[in-house]
T-cell receptor
Framework: AQSVAQPEDQVNVAEGNPLTVKCTYS??????LFWYVQYPNRGLQFLLK??????LVKGSYGFEAEFNKSQTSFHLKKPSALVSDSALYFC????????????FGAGTRLAVHP | DTAVSQTPKYLVTQMGNDKSIKCEQN?????MYWYKQDSKKFLKIMFS???????INETVPNRFSPKSPDKAHLNLHINSLELGDSAVYFC????????????????FGEGSWLTVV
């Protein structure tokens, strides 16, 4: 079965510290991987994606993610967290081939403390 | 200059009623989607239309009927609303996804918060 796992319900980080939000996936074939962020009472905003090429992908608001095929992971990172980064983060995968159907993880709530 | 817009943003209605949520995108995309986010924030696709043709239809009750009058619009009509239909419904759009070689980004609207009482 194709799936995405975000093992942490919540991640707490002090402002200015680096942050990591974890994501692992299970799909057949090569995956397309995405990160989205959801602020309270708002829609999903696209952050970044991995399609092919360089394993380190840079996205919006200073976020980046590293694709690791051997560990089937796509962790989201930021060198220095801001209080305004506090939100709900979703990892998603589109399995190779077929239609553009995203399979989402359960989401990880990021809380950045001053 | 909203890319994917959906109305209404908030909707409170009684069980048994019929309601619609409208969605429009001005990104020039030819594929549109409806996703449902439940009370635990879990997101799952419901439907997808490509150029007004239904291409994804997940296991969704027949009470839910999407309608795409043109490729820039995808409306969701729900009949005989039930308490369990309370959720956030997200409309989204992307470029043509039928090529296996593309990882087209899906862009989401702001969501419609449906509460059935």
């Amino acid at each position: 079965a194709q799936s995405v796992a975000q093992p942490e319900d919540q991640v707490n980080v002090a402002e200015g510290n680096p942050l990591t939000v974890k994501c692992t996936y299970s799909v057949s074939g090569n995956p397309y991987l995405f990160w989205y962020v959801q602020y309270p009472n708002r829609g999903l905003q696209f952050l970044l994606k991995y399609i092919t090429g360089d394993n380190l992908v840079k996205g919006s608001y200073g976020f980046e993610a590293e694709f690791n095929k051997s560990q089937t992971s796509f962790h989201l990172k930021k060198p220095s967290a801001l209080v305004s980064d506090s939100a709900l983060y979703f990892c998603a995968v589109r399995p190779w081939g077929g239609y553009n159907k995203l399979i989402f993880g359960a989401g990880t709530r990021l809380a950045v403390h001053p | 200059d909203t890319a994917v817009s959906q109305t209404p943003k908030y909707l409170v209605t009684q069980m048994g009623n019929d309601k619609s949520i409208k969605c429009e995108q001005n990104l020039g995309h030819d594929t549109m989607y409806w996703y449902k986010q439940d009370s635990k924030k879990f997101l799952k696709i419901m439907f997808s239309y490509n150029n007004k043709e239904l291409i994804i239809n997940e296991t969704v009750p027949n009470r839910f009927s999407p309608k795409s009058p043109d490729k820039a619009h995808l409306n969701l009509h729900i009949n005989s609303l039930e308490l369990g239909d309370s959720a956030v419904y997200f409309c989204a759009s992307s470029n043509n996804p039928t090529s296996a070689l593309t990882g087209n980004t899906i862009y989401f609207g702001e969501g419609s918060w449906l509460t059935v009482v």
